[in-house]
């Protein structure tokens, strides 16, 4: 940067110089003014691109980030998942969905992480015998808010330019979550 700053400001009075001394010879002044309108737009071309570049590559780390943050969220819904349809669900089941707080912790806001933690509590608690069994509502709640976190961390900017606001959101997903614990009921009732 200093090297760049001594160059440009050696150059302009070098330019300054060869354009008074150049006075009485016939073109020689338009030469000069050739060359600084030349280094001028060089120079500017230059910043432009160096910042062009740095978009860029910003906006890449932005993709790759984003990619790993979606990865991390479907590997999570996809254990969450496995295990809601096996017969019983073990502490080591549950010791794996601890350690993915840890994974969780690179890529997850902080709403993400709280919710994930309220989560595990409720899973905890209605999983003491290995079956979630009647608090199956209970699990169902607490995976929607931590779908809703998940989700306004993916798509928060999304969901503002939709017209819909978080309430809503919030509101449609947890009304799903009760909607398929009460079919998980009814089918637990019927058999």
Known sequence: ??????TFVGGYLFLRYAYRVTDSLPFA????????GTVATVLITALLLNKQTEVEI????TIKFLDLKTQSYEQLIQRIEDMSV???????????LRFITHRLAIVASPAVLKEYHSFLSVLGE??????????????????????????????????????HTKHHIRTMILNNAGESSDLKIQNQSNQ
């Open 1 to 6: 940067m200093m090297l760049t700053a001594i």
């Open 126 to 163: 209605s999983t003491e015998d290995g079956v979630i069994g009647n608090d199956y509502e209970q699990v169902s709640t607490a995976l929607a808010k931590l779908t809703v976190a998940i989700r306004a961390d993916l798509l928060g900017e999304s969901d503002s330019l939709s017209g």
């Open 86 to 96: 096996a017969d019983n669900i073990t502490e080591a089941d549950l010791m794996r």
């Open 58 to 61: 910003e906006k890449e780390q």
């Open 29 to 36: 002044q338009e030469v000069v003014l050739i060359v600084l």
